[in-house]
């Protein structure tokens, strides 16, 4: 037998946010934040209603149903519990998005702030517009220099850096679970691919309290 | 115009739709005010505009830099790192058995060594056995800087040296502008004024001042003839005496060229028929 | 100071009299004044306007109409050489249709102009004497080319009917050749205009005095990126305003010969849109790169600073464009009964294009309520973070088009049934082509986003592209030669459409209005309190910098304005073929 269109749409619906909490929560463990599915389902729905409003058969065969529930005489109970349940659905979601609760509010945090035009670090101004690595031009002039200095940066990073961001670079050091947020993942394919030598320069050199507003600087515990 | 209440019903639906997720779907983030400029509006002031502020006076108006800088070796550097740091040696100084001054704190050794320079001379740097400093009072003569522009100066040399600033912002100070504005308008009587004015003796032995850096011009009128003099004060660089206090040889570009532009017609004029006759 | 305004601002300066005054004061000088440094109490302030709500509102409608009235003629033209070299009256007939809408938009973009120089003027006047003195003889020539301009439309359009058939079609198609010409070079002019304020170029950085060369300050870093950005721009807002026209009339109109007639100028302008949207992320993803490389600072405010969730906005903008182009060509199979062979085929296109737009839309950094932050163990989700980053959002952009593509292919094909020998491996090639086509697109995306050094990570953005290209050419070619004398299985019949397509033209217009207002936000914003970055401070009280919704609500204000006239104007072309009907 073929299921009526309509039930046809809220199946998939529903199993598609099924397939999602499945998916991210059991299978992967990492469950999707629900800003973004809320977003997600959204699209979702809006992309099932296009489907089905496509042609002018399906349209109202979509329409049929809903155009039944109100206008048939014979339903006239499933109409009124319908007409009943619709608005307390409304009025749950309403409170429930209202009522206080304790968690606290979501804090957002921009993790490449933009850099200032010029900073100050070791006693001396400069201006990141312009900032270019002095070692950077050895990798091509002398490569054999250029892989001391990575070592000698190695060295540097196992000194201060790696009890915080791990020796795998990837923000789990030993430290690591004791901050929150945690600290930075360079191993990460984010942003920091597009970020230049100097935006990082003035990042490690003035750490977290150079931080502008809207990166939160009292959250980080980078030192300068 | 069923269908166009429809329209518009549905436009503003769409619209409404994008507003609600920009205000409600997406996290609001607010960006940081403006920076604000620099201004000697004291009250407002936060530390870091008045160390920016300092750091301005220092290599500015206050001609700081003008001996202590690493080309001459004039005076000793004071913005350098570590060793170099004034503010990471005042303390010190202070305990120097040479040290015959009134400050007790830091703050208060630098502001003295700024307001009386020759209550402590580094080793090397004064005349007459280290006990005069060539250094000119930066409260008075052309330099002038007001007393928040002083502690701006402390400001910006501690925060330089990565001690505490310990200097507090002063709150209802004059400001300075003013000062230095009122300057020009009234110009010097007398040669001696000019000389005050223009902070000749800062580097040159004249009249009473006792500058030990620039050649000695107590006799200058006897050697120098009127067009050398006029000259000199014009474009310094044009000659360069041979041989200047220490009998160490005078050092091209350490006299300001620009006392041409600053000085009056008669304020010059009165400056080189004072020296033609100092003989 | 907002939106386009500096900038569109003096696009405004057109013919008056105050411009040239002022133009010719800044030639007398010899020597060039520094940039005026500010103060709040240099910006008058009368009768509790918000001044830059006020010009910033005024810039966008001009913007708007600028864009519409620039874009028009551009398609105008060519159908017009379409209906000459086919004989078809029809499309002689339609490019007339096109072209009346935008006259009395024309005087609306002017009067707009006019507005946007006097809240300058009133405003923001030093700022505005600055920017004359720099572009003196520039805002000359645009007043010139503005008389041009005018001059030349008139006769294009009121000329339409008396320069018919033969050489004189030829005199009328060179007359539209010239209005195109002076239209996009006073868009460039007023482009350098807004490039100066974000790239400055030809004055003292240290100062803002001039330097002597207007041609070095019109020729800034940001000029041809933007240039490009808004021509492509601009003829697909061009294309989607006159579809919601078409969208409108069609609703109104009762007769079966206006609605078919209506339906196909809806459809025409609709492809007219999304040929115009298809190339547009490339020539924003060069301007973007372009800021980056002129300043780190504006690139990373752009992109990961304060305005990095404007792009979560734009992200649904778009998706938005391109589901309900999508479903307007859903909607249109229905002209034809063949269409029954291919509506199964929509819901997995859908499918395909919604799961694009999902990854599309996936920001990189997640808002998270604090039981999220302790489940996922940090801000980074593991499976979602990659998604957030541009070797993915490509990959999906690059498919949704492909999608988009398929969708245009299907509907082309509802009617017809291929009859040469080699139909059927045609098919299978240009399925081939298409999964080929993806595959690689998805193959670069992963190798290149997951697998390659950091530095690597926009490499795959070219090859992606051509392989979007190469499926569309080829696709294309194919289907001309697959479809060359093909049996028709059932009419197209024009103006058998359901009412909701016609919404989906109106959502189509809506969103590139509001979503052209926001970037427009966008690209002024990352200035922050600078008149002329890094020459020129904003010291008014309005030098800060909004935030998402603020600017949205603004956007939506001047929105509901444009539309509210877009409306009156088709209002008003109704009434008029109204009277000549009853004649």
Redesign the interface.
Known sequence: MKLPKLLQAVLVVVGVYIAFKLVFSVGLKQPLPSSLLTMYMFFVVVATLLVTTATEESAQEMAAPIKALVEDPGKKTIRNIVFVLVPLLAGWMTYSKLAPSFEAPVELRTIHPAPPATMKAFGKSYDLLKLENPLRKYQKEDPEKFRTYVKEGGAVYYKNCHYCHGDKLNGRGQYAPGFNPMPANFQDVGTIAQLQESFLFWRISTGGPGLPKEATPWLSAMPV | MKIFLKIVFFCILVFSGFVGFANFGIPQVKSAPPPTEEKLDLGNMTMDQFIALGDKVFNGKGTCTLCHNNVGKRAPMLDGAGEEAVANRAPLRLKDPRYKGKATTPEEYLRESMKTPSAFVVAGFGSDNDTKSPMPVVTQGSIGLSDAEVDAVIAFLQNKSGVEVTVKIPVGAPPSEKAEEAKPAEPAKTPEEVIVKFGCGACHKIGKEEGAIGPDLTHVGKSKNESYLRRAVLDPNADIAKNCPGGAPCVPGMMPPDFGAKMTGSEFEMLVQYLVKSK | MYESDIANAEEAVKSEAKATEAVKEGEKKAEYPPAPKLTAADYPQIGGFNSRILVWIVAQLHLWFAAFVLAVPIFVLIIEAIGMATKDQRYDNMAYEFIKVSMAAYSITAIMGGLLTFSLLIFYPDLFKYLTSLFSRSMLAYAFLFFAESASLYVYYYGWHWLEGGFKKWVHLTIGLVLNFVGTVLMLFANAWVTFSMSPNGVDPGTGAFLGSEWDVIHNFLWNPLNLHRVVANIAYGGSIIGAYAA?KF??SASKEDRAHYDWMGYTSNIIAVGGLLPLPFAGYWLVKEI?AY???????L????F??LF??QA??I?ALF?SV??YL??G??RSEG?VRY?KN??WI??A??AC??VW?????????????K????????????L???PAKNTAVNIMIIMTFLSFTLYRRVNKIATVSWADAGSAVQAAIFAGGIGNIIFLGVYH??FTN??Y??ASSIPQVSSTAVVIIATLIIDSMMFKGAKEVAPLRWGNV?A?SQ?AL??LA??FT?LMGLMGYIRSGIR??WHVN?IM???SIN???P???Y???VV?LA??IF?AIV?FIF?LSNISSKKSAAH
């Open positions: 409108y609703l109104g980056y300043s780190q600072q504006m690139g990373i405010t992109m990961g600073g304060v990095a969730w979560i906005m649904v903008l998706g589901l999508n479903y859903w909607c199979m229905g269409s509506t929509i819901k859908a499918a294009v919604v737009f999902l839309f996936t920001p990189h950094t997640l808002v998270l309520t604090n039981q999220e932050l489940a996922l163990g940090g801000p980074y989700h593991k499976y979602l973070g990659p957030g980053i541009m986003g997951y950091t530095a990570k926009v359901p909701r919404y109106f959502t809506v969103s509001w922050q309190h890094s401070r904003d010291n030098a800060f910098t935030t998402i919704g600017a949205a609500q939506t929105a509901v539309m409306i209002w």
